[in-house]
């Protein structure tokens, strides 16, 4: 049996992956906990606000309801339902509005018809199986030493890691859209506007270091591969 998935110099390889992913962890929550405590001027939580945008854009097909949890915001294309956590729903931070009009921004996307987001909602299906069955089939490939196994597990892998890069615009833009909502309907400006966009901004880096760490993940997964094959 072989295993070198466990003992070998790969490991290397995700090591600044994982630094970077802790430091964008720390960064977006520190710079959401700071500006959690700036009260917008505009006086109006964060759900109202995002109704506000929605039907000011004319999206009325779109419902706002309220999810548990801290940051877990999201909007659901397949549903057409904006959630918004419990830490952002009934808030008037500018860190609240930020990220609440970040997820408005998605809607945006939806209704647009925005490339790399319906690219994104039609793969998740298939990357959620490949998610589930890659490392698994990686796994059995070395241990009974089958290459079309060990491949077919890289191969379902690199579907999450093509998920992670296709996110990064789609991501990006929704806070693109989100601060021009603020700022053109008057709910942010000046300082505020400045740090929901610190807000966005760091927020972002997670997708960013999520991206990374299924890239840094692919080539160790074909560096042992690769290894195994030689010896």
Known sequence: MYFPFFYDWTFLLIIPALIMSLWAQA???GTFSKY????????????QVVERLLASEGVTDVSVER???????HYDPRNMVLRLSDSTASSGSVAALGVAAHEAGHVLQHRDGYGPLVLRTAAVPMVNIGSMLSWPLFLAG???SWDPLLYVGIGLFALAVTFSLIS???EFDASRRALAALEGGGYLEGEQLAGAKKVLSAAALTY???????????LRLLAIAGGRRRD
């Open 27 to 29: 960064r977006v929550s």
């Open 36 to 47: 959690a405590k700036v009260p917008a001027r505009s006086g109006m939580t964060a759900t």
């Open 67 to 73: 999810v548990g949890g801290n940051l877990t915001d």
């Open 142 to 144: 070395l241990i009974f």
């Open 168 to 170: 990064l615009p789609v």
């Open 208 to 218: 960013v270091a999520a991206a990374f760490m299924a890239v840094m993940q692919l």
